[in-house]
């Protein structure tokens, strides 16, 4: 690509470092950063160890291993992975305030032509704009867990966002192996994350009002839908505490009752079964 060289990818954890992998195996210089010395260590052993299997799986050769390995870069601070960035992609954990603070450094530190994304599945980059200059450069660059593999990545257009920014977007994911769909206009959970609210939502309906088990439920979507996982079968892989954290912050905000986090999720948070994570969730993994 002509416009992107160099990726600063900020937050190494579940989605940072897999995102930062993906664009170095796809060619790209990427610096990855953290606010805590022992996730980047962490994600720099988990980078090479991820390569390695794909190496004895035949996917990669040693040397392309290598070379993906020689790109990426774990071991800068902030700023110094800020300085040469065309791209930043910024995965830290949820929380606006702490992004707000980390995108004030990003906006002062960061070159002026450099896009500037979240990867928030929920906070819109309009949030941060006021922060910027120039926040046509901004935008929410959102993927899906795990990153390495899931082939969707969203491109939400913000009012503010250039019609620049989203076609250099949509050149980069198409460059990283991935295909793209571009929110028009920032709307909570975007679109992928709304299409499973409805599902989820809908399961919740089924179960709490005894017309049918949630294996029954997962049965019913898997065979007769042909999803891949029922919405209660993919909640104890995506985690339950995610889940009840979503719909909690959702309730506060609406007020409303119907948004209050169902019974049967409430009653697992609780004891916490988070799903798979924890060896119970829905369904026992013991
Ligand atoms: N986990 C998912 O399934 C998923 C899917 C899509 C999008 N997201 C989004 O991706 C983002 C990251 O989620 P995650 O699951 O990878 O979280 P995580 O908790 O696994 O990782 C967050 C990382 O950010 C680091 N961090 C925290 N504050 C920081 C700061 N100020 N500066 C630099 N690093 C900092 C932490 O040390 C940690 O390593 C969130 O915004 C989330 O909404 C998550």
Redesign the pocket.
Same mark, same amino acid.
């Given at each position: 690509m002509e416009k992107i060289h160099n990726v600063c990818v /900020?937050? $190494? &954890?579940?989605? &940072?470092r897999q995102i930062a992998l993906n664009g170095a195996v796809s060619g790209f210089q990427v610096a990855l950063?953290? !606010? =805590?010395p022992a $996730?980047l260590e962490k $994600?720099g052993a988990w980078a090479k160890s991820y390569l390695t299997t794909s190496v004895e799986k035949g996917k990669m050769t040693q040397e392309e291993m290598e070379a993906a390995l020689g790109r990426l870069t774990v071991d800068q601070t902030?700023e110094d992975a800020l300085k040469q960035a065309d791209l930043v992609i910024? %995965?830290? /954990? @949820? @929380?606006e305030e702490?992004?707000r @603070?980390?995108f004030t450094t990003v906006s002062k530190v960061a070159p002026a032509h450099a896009i500037v994304t !979240?990867? !928030? !599945? +929920? /906070?819109p980059s309009s949030v941060f704009a006021p922060l910027f200059s120039d926040p046509g450069r901004l935008a929410n660059l959102? +993927? =899906?867990?795990p %990153?390495m593999r899931m082939k969707l990545v969203e491109i939400v257009r913000g009012a503010h966002t250039a019609d620049e920014t989203i076609e250099t977007l949509k050149e980069f994911v198409s460059a990283v192996g991935k295909t793209y769909i571009v929110v028009n206009k920032e709307i909570e959970g975007f679109v992928v994350n709304r299409l499973l609210r409805a599902v989820q939502d809908e399961g919740y309906f089924l179960l709490e009002n005894g017309i049918a088990s949630f294996e029954d439920i997962d049965k019913g979507a898997e065979l007769g839908l042909n999803y891949p996982m029922g919405p209660f079968r993919l909640m104890d892989l995506? &985690?339950l505490d /995610?889940n009840y954290y979503n719909r909690q912050r959702h309730y506060k905000e609406t007020g409303d009752e119907a948004d209050r986090p169902p019974r049967a999720l409430e009653e697992r948070f609780l004891r916490g079964d988070y799903g798979k994570k924890t060896g119970k969730g829905w369904y026992s993994y013991e």
């Open positions: /900020i937050g $190494a &954890g579940v989605m &940072g950063t953290d !606010s =805590f $996730a $994600a902030l910024e %995965a830290i /954990i @949820e @929380e702490a992004k @603070e980390l !979240s990867n !928030s !599945s +929920y /906070i959102h +993927y =899906f867990n %990153a995506t &985690g /995610i």
